[in-house]
T-cell receptor, first 113, second 111 residues
Framework: KAGVTQTPRYLIKTRGQQVTLSCSPI?????VSWYQQTPGQGLQFLFEYFSETQRNKGNFPGRFSGRQFSNSRSEMNVSTLELGDSALYLC????????????FGPGTRLTVL | QKEVEQNSGPLSVPEGAIASLNCTYS??????FFWYRQYSGKSPELIMS????GDKEDGRFTAQLNKASQYVSLLIRDSQPSDSATYLCAVDQTGANNLFFGTGTRLTVIP
């Protein structure tokens, strides 16, 4: 099976802009989780979607949002970008909701100038 | 108190030695435990998952879980230079694919 794919791989934006990142899970996986990784904070959970419903949300401001489509593909959106949003954004998929192994995509490196 | 704690290292071991990586977690109700390896500039790659107390072995890797002590460890036997990476301990506290990660331990295996 093909792994988790994320697009784009690299992105440069300026403060105040918005950005949309895309994630395609492993075929058959219905759960998609998003994480932010920064040198200072490490890996932090953003939110998780299962069957088009957001089941869990981490401690991030409302500028961070996401959605999942019927084919399990997911997008996350960050509005009004801030310099501190510069990070590696990772999505992970698993084939069950709850305590199942998550497999990570290659990530999207976002740089906010 | 951090949810998941790891020694940041760096941890250096000679080639062929055993590398021991440790992790403690705060939520006693945690259900699932994972070790990921992350090479510089790459995404985390799953090494082991463990759900029950005791040891779980997979090749050169052994994960150990002690829920009473809220402690998870990873042993790497016969360490190779290719094992040099950051090792991330992850805990699923809610049972809903919400992983809490430690800050990672950087391991260097010296040839």
């Amino acid at each position: 099976k093909a792994g988790v794919t994320q697009t784009p791989r690299y992105l440069i934006k300026t403060r105040g802009q918005q950005v949309t990142l895309s994630c395609s899970p492993i075929s058959g996986h219905r759960s998609v989780s998003w994480y932010q990784q920064t040198p200072g904070q490490g890996l932090q959970f953003l939110f998780e979607y299962f069957s088009e419903t957001q089941r869990n949300k981490g401690n991030f401001p409302g500028r961070f949002s996401g959605r999942q489509f019927s084919n399990s593909r997911s997008e996350m959106n960050v509005s009004t970008l801030e310099l501190g949003d510069s990070a590696l954004y990772l999505c992970a998929s698993s084939d069950e909701q709850g305590s199942d192994t998550q497999y990570f995509g290659p990530g999207t490196r976002l740089t906010v100038l | 108190q951090k949810e998941v704690e790891q020694n940041s290292g760096p941890l250096s071991v000679p080639e062929g030695a055993i590398a021991s990586l440790n992790c403690t977690y705060s939520d006693r109700g945690s259900q699932s435990f994972f070790w990921y390896r992350q090479y510089s500039g790459k995404s985390p790659e799953l090494i082991m998952s463990i759900y029950s107390n005791g040891d779980k072995e997979d090749g050169r890797f052994t994960a150990q879980l002690n829920k009473a002590s809220q402690y998870v460890s990873l042993l790497i036997r016969d360490s190779q230079p290719s094992d040099s990476a950051t090792y991330l301990c992850a805990v699923d506290q809610t049972g809903a694919n919400n992983l809490f990660f430690g800050t990672g331990t950087r391991l260097t295996v010296i040839p």
